[in-house]
Each structure stands twice: as C-alpha cells, then as structure tokens.
C-alpha cells in the first residue's frame, strides 16, 4: 500500500513539475520560434565547443555536421520571430532586452557578424583540431556580443 501511495505521490510531483514548465513558456509563437533557433545554435555549438575545449575527442564529419547547420541557421530569415513586444517586460519567459527593439540596426549587424563567423568556422571545422579552436574565437565572441547588450541574465 505505501508503494502505491509513493508512486502516486511522484506522479503528482511530476504533473505538478510539468504545469510549472509549462507556464513559464511562451504563448507567443514568435518566441518560440526565437527559442528554438536558439536552442539550436547552442546544440551545434556545444558540438564545436567540446572539441575546441577537448572535453570531446575532434571528429571533422561531426564538426564539419555543427559548422554547415550554424550557416543554415543564420540564414533562416528570423525577422518575424523578433516582434516588438516580445520582449523580457512584456513576456517574462523570454530573456531579450527591450533594447532590441530600440538599436535594431546593431543587433542585425551582430547578427551578420555571426553569420560571418560561421562561414568561417564551416571553412575551418573540418581540416584539424587547430583550426576549429582558431574559428571558435570569433563565432562565440558573436554569440557574446549579442548576449552581452540584449540578453536579460538567467535568474
């Protein structure tokens, strides 16, 4: 019987989990499109990253595999993912500034600088260890830059 009354216990700790994830997401399709974008870039990153840190032994076809996706999606036309609206004080699920919206220009050009360094890294990925460490630098310091003037911290 105490097994029985445990395991029910944890289902509705788990159900009860699940709602609390739930309502922190956004309604809002635009950001979840934002957020899946960006769940991406870091998937593919953390690839690089890994071998880069060598927490992960380098692999050129799975590097090569991170690099070519980065450029897909930095390709993907994102504008209406970025409504004016969508921002961290209009939706709390979301950690973009509302300074977004005020220095659009920037962040496009932030956003070209990532572009950018993806190429590079695409070029770079799948010749060594070297010169995927070498192409790490200006791809993460894209991703920072942006972060850094229109992210919200975690909590």
């Known amino acids: 019987m105490m097994q029985k009354i445990s395991i029910f216990a944890a289902g ?3 159900v009860a989990a699940i709602g609390t ?13 934002r957020t899946s974008i960006m769940q991406l870039y870091a998937f593919n990153l953390g690839t690089l990253g890994g071998m880069a840190k060598g927490e992960v032994d380098y692999d050129a076809e ?12 930095t390709q993907i036309d994102q504008s209406a993912m970025w ?25 496009g050009a ?3 600088a990532m572009a950018d360094a993806a190429v590079a890294m695409q070029a770079a990925a799948g010749q060594d260890v070297d010169a995927l460490k070498a192409a790490m630098g200006d791809l993460g310091g894209s991703c920072s830059a942006c972060h850094k003037a229109y992210r919200a911290p975690k909590d």
């Open 12 to 14: 509705i700790l788990s």
């Open 62 to 73: 799975a590097a090569t595999r991170a690099a070519n996706n980065l450029v897909v999606l």
């Open 83 to 107: 409504p004016a609206g969508s921002d961290n004080v209009s939706d709390p699920s979301t950690r973009a500034l509302p300074a977004i919206w005020e220095n659009f220009p920037d962040v």
């Open 21 to 33: 994830a739930i309502a922190h997401e956004s309604e809002n399709p635009a950001v979840k499109a």
């Open 110 to 112: 932030k956003g070209q």
